[in-house]
């Protein structure tokens, strides 16, 4: 019996001198691969951690939070990138500027400056006739009613009554003339207008009595108010022309008194002042 645990301890130490050989130049290969194969996805995930913006930046950039920039800065230098928020500037925005104080005078200004736009982009020989016309003037006089043009250098033309169905004034002038509100009212047409071509209609009322204005011919481009809006008198309403049934420039001037037609001639010769 001591002689078989004899061999078996001979055994045994066989076997561990067997396992302690010397380790070969292939055996250190493997725990180095592992070495480092750990390192490298180590680093992997260090870089994935960092926030968006390191990958960009200098040791310093890191190191000096006041030097730290931003991922649209950063972009700002990529020649893929879009340069957004961080980069954009603010412009100050501007607006035309008005002399006038009251609302009324505001919108008598819009007026005149939208009117002016559109006789300039009409192309037509009126927006030549009409550059010297100063689009913030008013009739000459005083009063609740004016004369619709300044006379000096018009010519009277037909009459109220005239060949058995005019039923107003003639008055010729240059295109492009001035035409002005003859009472303070309210826009009912202004545009195109039958055979008044582009024509103006203004009601008012004076001294109780409902009036009614019609300045007919304007020039294409010449109506220089709206619908709806209220003039003054004397304030310019549009340009002289030829359009509709006309075949000089001149403005055909109607006047309704409570609905019915009178001489606008004598009308104005009577109140204007």
């Not at 950039?61 to 700002?76: D, F, G, K, N, R």
């Not at 020039?219 to 809006?229: D, I």
């Not at 001149?250 to 009308?267: I, K, M, Q």
């Amino acid at each position: 019996m001591a002689r078989t645990a004899k061999h078996r301890v001979a055994r045994t130490s066989t076997t561990v001198a067997r396992t302690r050989k010397p380790l070969s130049g292939r055996s250190f290969r493997k725990p180095l691969r592992s070495v480092v194969t750990l390192s490298m996805v180590g680093g992997l995930v260090l870089t994935v951690a960092l926030p968006a913006y390191a990958a960009f930046s200098t040791t310093s950039e890191l190191t000096t939070a006041s030097e730290a920039v931003t991922i649209e800065q950063v972009a700002a230098d990529n020649a893929q990138s879009l340069v957004v928020a961080s980069d954009v500037t603010t412009t100050g925005l501007s607006r035309s500027s008005y002399a006038a104080t009251t609302a009324e005078e505001v919108e008598k200004k819009k007026a005149a400056e939208a009117a002016a736009a559109r006789v300039a982009a009409s192309g037509s020989s009126a927006s030549v006739s009409s550059a010297s016309v100063d689009l913030n003037m008013v009739a000459p006089g005083s009063g609740a009613v004016r004369w619709p043009l300044d006379m000096s250098g018009i010519t009277v033309g037909r009459g109220f009554g005239a060949d058995g169905y005019h039923q107003g004034i003639d008055l010729l002038g240059p295109q492009g003339t001035a035409e002005y509100a003859a009472a303070a009212g309210t826009v009912r047409v202004a545009g195109w207008y039958y055979g008044y071509g582009y024509a103006v209609v203004l009601d008012s009322v004076i001294n109780g009595q409902t009036v009614t204005t019609l300045y007919g011919h304007m020039v294409e481009g010449g109506v220089l108010v709206t619908p709806g809006q209220y003039v003054e008198a004397g304030q310019i309403i549009g340009l002289m022309g030829s359009t509709g049934s006309s075949t000089a420039n001149h403005l055909h001037f109607e006047v309704r008194l409570n609905g019915g037609l009178v001489d606008p001639y004598a009308w104005l010769l009577s109140n204007a002042g």
